[in-house]
């Protein structure tokens, strides 16, 4: 299973990439996931495909070797509480003054093998039998501490095996339960004008439900709906609720994705915006690539 990092094929990638942040035209990348932070696109090469997770741009080489650290011991401490981690290499490039551009590097796994996918494919027995063992999981491993991100396309099954995709923001605390991620950093794909706002008003919040069992879960039945997959959520309800120390409810779940949706439908907007000043206004390529339209 292991694999070493295509050098020359993420060199001529990271030159796409800067080019389309250029011309804002991405045709020439195959683009598998925008997420809310990282930009996930597909590598062919002559020895496999991969899925290559591009950071924020590090102003220093001391973080940039800070995170990487911290996504090495995200995975060993997941690994050890029963989640499978798709194997996960590290790959960066020198820029000017000291900064430097890194990709999260992993296997493409088979996309159709997603959960998000299988959700909508497979059928009632998988759903079910998926649904606790993702149970299982949460429950051995999210503590005050170590935090999951679980919704189901950060999940793939392959080969009768869960396997855990979401490493490139790890989710640590440390013993007075801050955030170990290099928040700021990760924050400025925000507009410069809502940065300080966000960090101080929403990081908590944001990052608050994955280092709870119940709060993974609720975050998890609420993006099915971001999934079309509301017909699940009563009967996985029923599922989780043996389980947890607090009952959920439909209505808390529809609530909660209602103002998980609000809040980064504003985040994108103002990154729209915030675009359009780069490029029109102050005729600087802007940093990062945006979704096309995520509908929720
Ligand atoms: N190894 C992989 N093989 C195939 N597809 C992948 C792989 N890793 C990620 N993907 C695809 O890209 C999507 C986004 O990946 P991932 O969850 O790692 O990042 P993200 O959600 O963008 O992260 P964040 O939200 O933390 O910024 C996944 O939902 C999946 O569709
Ligand atoms: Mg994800």
């Given at each position: 299973m292991t694999f070493s990092v295509p050098s020359d094929a993420m060199d001529t990638l990271e030159d796409q990439v800067t080019q389309a942040l250029r011309t804002t035209d991405d045709r020439a990348l195959t683009i598998l996931g925008y997420g809310e932070v990282t930009l996930v696109l597909r590598l062919e090469t002559g020895a496999g495909a991969f899925a290559c997770k591009r950071l924020p741009v590090f102003p220093s080489r001391e973080r940039l070797d800070r995170h990487s650290a911290l996504v090495d011991d995200y995975v060993t401490r997941l690994d050890k509480g029963g989640v499978s981690v798709a194997e996960t290499r590290m790959w960066h490039r020198s820029l000017r003054g000291g900064r430097a551009v890194a990709y999260c590097v992993q296997k493409a796994l088979p996309e159709e093998r997603l959960c998000s996918r299988l959700l909508h494919t497979a059928g009632d027995a998988w759903c079910e039998g998926f649904f606790e063992r993702f149970l299982d999981r949460v429950e051995s491993t999210v503590t005050p501490r170590l935090g999951l991100?679980?919704?189901?396309?950060?999940w793939i099954d392959v080969d009768g095996e869960l396997v855990y995709l979401d490493v490139t923001t790890p989710l640590m605390r440390d013993e007075r339960e801050?955030?170990?991620?290099d928040v700021p950093l990760f924050f400025t794909s925000l507009p410069w004008l809502m940065r300080d706002v966000v960090r101080l008003a929403m990081t908590k919040s944001i990052f608050d439900k994955f280092y709870s069992p119940r709060g993974v879960v609720l975050d998890f039945l609420g993006n099915l709906h971001k999934e079309r997959l509301e017909r699940l959520v009563p009967r996985f309800v029923e599922q989780a609720d043996a389980r947890l120390d607090r009952p959920l409810d439909t209505e808390e779940i529809s609530a909660y994705y209602r103002d998980d949706a609000r809040m980064w439908e504003l985040i994108q907007r103002l990154r729209r915006a915030d675009r359009f000043v780069h490029h029109k206004i102050l005729h600087r390529p802007y940093p990062f690539l945006l979704p096309r339209r995520v509908t929720r």
């Open positions: 991100d679980g919704q189901a396309s950060n801050r955030e170990l991620l």
